[in-house]
T-cell receptor, first 114, second 114 residues
């Protein structure tokens, strides 16, 4: 069965500092990978996705992620965070034959401090 | 228009009530989804509709009854719910159920069962 692990449940970070959120998945077949952000009392918004091709993916709001097939990882980074980046971040996978059924990691809460 | 609109935003209902959640999108998407999200947890898939037909039911109790009247609308009918059903209910849509297509999420309906 597929699974997604987000290694950090909470990440406190100071404003303008870099942040990395770690995501590992388990799969023996090719997957599609996504990062979503959820602001308080909101739905989920797609930050970026990896389908194929270049392993470095750039998304919205200055975020980027790197796909590493050998390590089955898809870590999310931002070089300089803002207060407004305070939110819950979810890594998710789907499989080509699984009907766009997203499996989410447990989430990482990012708290940006001034 | 890249919005998925959910109504109502908040709902309080008794265990003997019948209520419905509504979801609407005008992006021409042919796949629509219901997710349930408990506090501090990731979303969990409940149902998937593809071309207005139910394609996935994740063993959801029959007190939750989905309906897709047309390609733009998705309803979730609620009856005889339990307090543990209190959660954020998220609707999403995507172009198709191909795993590579981005899912757009609504803001959710926060349901409280008393």
């Amino acid at each position: 069965a597929q699974s997604v692990t987000q290694l950090d449940s909470q990440v406190p970070v100071f404003e303008e500092a870099p942040v990395e959120l770690r995501c590992n998945y388990s799969s023996s077949v090719s997957v599609y990978l996504f990062w979503y952000v959820q602001y308080p009392n909101q739905g989920l918004q797609l930050l970026l996705k990896y389908l194929s091709g270049s392993t470095l993916v750039k998304g919205i709001n200055g975020f980027e992620a790197e796909f590493n097939k050998s390590q089955t990882s898809f870590h999310l980074r931002k070089p300089s965070v803002h207060i407004s980046d305070t939110a819950e971040y979810f890594c998710a996978v789907s499989y080509p034959a699984a009907g766009n059924k997203l499996t989410f990691g447990g989430g990482t809460r990012v708290l940006v401090k001034p | 228009d890249t919005e998925v609109t959910q109504t109502p935003k908040h709902l309080v209902m008794g265990m003997t009530n019948k209520k419905s959640l509504k979801c609407e999108q005008h992006m021409g998407h042919r796949a629509m989804y219901w997710y349930k999200q408990k506090a501090k947890k990731p979303p969990e898939l409940m149902f998937v509709y593809s071309y207005e037909k139910l394609s996935i039911n994740e063993s959801v109790p029959s007190r939750f009854s989905p309906e897709c009247p047309n390609s733009s609308l998705l309803n979730l009918h609620l009856h005889a719910l339990q307090p543990e059903d209190s959660a954020l209910y998220l609707c999403a849509s995507s172009q198709t159920t191909g795993g590579f297509t981005e899912a757009f999420f609504g803001q959710g309906t926060r349901l409280t069962v008393v």
